[in-house]
């Protein structure tokens, strides 16, 4: 790969992390990225760089949004947490105290925390949605509401890949009688200042970037088989196929489209830049966004180290709608945060007051062992902050 001219500032100490991320384009195969980190509050790295477009025509700007997939999840439940914290939502209560259709098919007794935790065995609806039905809030909610669960709820995790944020932001929107997407916006977002939208509003598409080589998901149900219908989770079963399936059935269709980005899926959709993303979790690190009581309970396993989990292999570091660290986010094993598929991440470390986001569009397949681009760029920033200590 070719050099990228990289933009953007680093605090005299943090040279590293930039030298990493200039190694990520000509050695790591990056087109276009951005990466930023906050300590105490204060931004130390917030670089960006490469091509918005595979044919490298737009570049990369400072203000250039792009889909983030699961990181979104963190937003996503962050929402819940503000809620939480102010007393609004009670984590303990069962989903249908808010949502009241969603007791359908034994529902009724299922906890808020379980929709965090991925354990309310709704990783797919019954019968296949369309695309058009997937970007159209109230039948995607009603239908995953009709859906009975999978296994029997709270007695296993399995990633929800899709459903996760209908299932939050349906609750978000009970409570407040906002969308996911504008709850976000203006409690969370502008307060802080921070890039990113779930539901990007048209006049914000000509700033994001395509994605570069990112599988049509809708797709891949028809490899696994036994389509469309899922089978009941097992650990007889391939890991990957439930979720493959899920996707299947919650089709987001194709990401680089106007529709795709103005629609609201909280589980996979936001646009954002990487400072925008780390100005969030730096507000979370730094106790400014939500209380000690609330944070803690953010980051509290909700499963056993080693337990299944029945789609996506291990659950033991799932939290409340968070993964604590699992060795991507620095020495300290309570920093929690999301990853995106592809590559993106951003994480919160309290005990260090660190924030950290990594965003870009060159979709990276397969696992963490696969990709080492934000894994190099959070050593170079650990490493920067260990010679200032």
């Given amino acids: 790969m070719a050099a990228a001219d990289i933009y953007g500032t680093c605090a005299p100490g943090f040279e590293g992390v930039r030298e990493e991320f200039a190694r990520g384009f000509a050695e790591r195969g990056d087109i276009g990225a951005a990466v930023s980190a906050t300590v105490d509050g204060e931004t130390v790295v917030d670089l960006w760089g490469g091509s918005a477009d595979a044919e490298g025509v737009r570049p990369w700007q400072r203000d250039t949004l792009v889909t983030v997939y699961s990181t979104t999840k963190g937003l996503t439940a962050l929402c819940a947490h503000v809620l939480a914290d102010r007393g609004a939502l009670d984590l303990d209560a069962p989903v249908a105290a808010y949502w009241p259709e969603f007791a359908q098919e034994g529902k009724a007794d299922i906890p808020v925390r379980w929709l965090l935790s991925h354990r309310a065995g709704l990783i797919a609806t019954r019968e296949p949605l369309t695309v058009e039905e997937v970007h159209d809030w109230d039948r995607a909610c009603a239908a995953i509401a009709a859906t009975r669960p999978w296994w029997e709820p709270g007695t296993a995790a399995g990633y929800h890949g899709m459903t996760f944020g209908f299932l939050v932001g349906e609750v978000v929107r009970r409570i407040t009688g906002q969308s996911l997407g504008t709850f976000l916006r203006t409690e969370i977002a502008e307060p802080l200042g921070a890039d990113l939208f779930i539901g990007t509003p048209e006049s914000e598409h000509a700033r994001c970037a395509d994605m570069v080589g990112h599988p049509d998901l809708s797709r891949l149900a028809d490899t696994v088989p036994g389509a469309p219908q899922p089978p009941v989770p097992s650990m007889d079963v391939h890991p990957l196929a439930p979720a493959i399936l899920a996707l299947g059935h919650l089709p987001f269709g194709e990401v680089n489209t106007a529709a ?130």
Avoid: C
């Fill in 260 to 389: 795709f980005r103005s629609a609201e899926i909280p589980a996979t959709n936001a646009f954002a830049t990487a400072r925008g993303l780390a100005t969030v979790y730096g507000a979370v690190a730094n106790g400014t966004l939500v209380g000690e009581g609330t944070l803690e309970s953010m980051r509290t396993r909700q499963a056993s180290p080693g337990e299944p989990d029945l789609v996506m292999g291990d659950a033991g570091a799932w939290t409340l709608g968070f993964k604590l660290n699992e060795g991507g986010a620095g020495p300290n094993p309570r920093a929690f945060g999301h990853a995106g598929a592809g590559g993106s991440y951003a994480f919160a470390d309290p005990e260090n007051r660190v924030s950290y986001a990594y965003t870009m569009n060159k979709y990276v397949n397969g696992g963490s062992d696969d990709d080492r681009r934000s894994d190099s760029l959070v050593r170079a920033l650990y490493a920067a902050l260990g010679q200032r200590s």
